[in-house]
Nanobody
Framework: QVQLVESGGGLVQPGGSLRLSCAAS????????MAWYRQVSGKQRELITL???????YYAPSVKRRFAISRDNAKSTMFLQMNSLKAECTDVYYC?????????WGRGTHVTVSS
């Protein structure tokens, strides 16, 4: 059973940057496309970016040119570099598969953008 653990969140000022990490235990990411999601309490989880095993990427318009996704398959780790953060980026961020049926969701990592 793969367990996903997100980390790297915190409090950052508008315009600042954060780098989130996602670590997968067990069988790791395997050949699957992986993704980052965000969720505000009470709202549906939203896919914001994904990356294939061949490093093909997709970004939602809201984060394009500000966020960058990457993965290290050997270490079963994925990253999300978040730049030019805005107050509306305040969310809980999760990682999971991007296309295939999801794994059990981790606890996420909280990102708060505030001055």
């Amino acid at each position: 059973q793969v367990q996903l653990v997100e980390s790297g969140g915190g409090l950052v000022q508008p315009g600042g940057s954060l780098r989130l990490s996602c670590a997968a235990s067990g069988n790791g990411f395997g050949p699957y496309t992986m993704a980052w999601y965000r969720q505000v309490s009470g709202k549906q989880r939203e896919l914001i970016t994904l990356i294939s095993i061949k490093n093909h990427t997709y970004y939602a318009p809201s984060v394009k040119r500000r966020f960058a996704i990457s993965r290290d398959n050997a270490k079963s780790t994925m990253f999300l570099q978040m730049n030019s953060l805005k107050a509306e980026c305040t969310d809980v961020y999760y990682c999971n598969r991007g296309i295939s049926p999801p794994l059990t969701w981790g606890r996420g990592t909280h990102v708060t953008v505030s001055s």
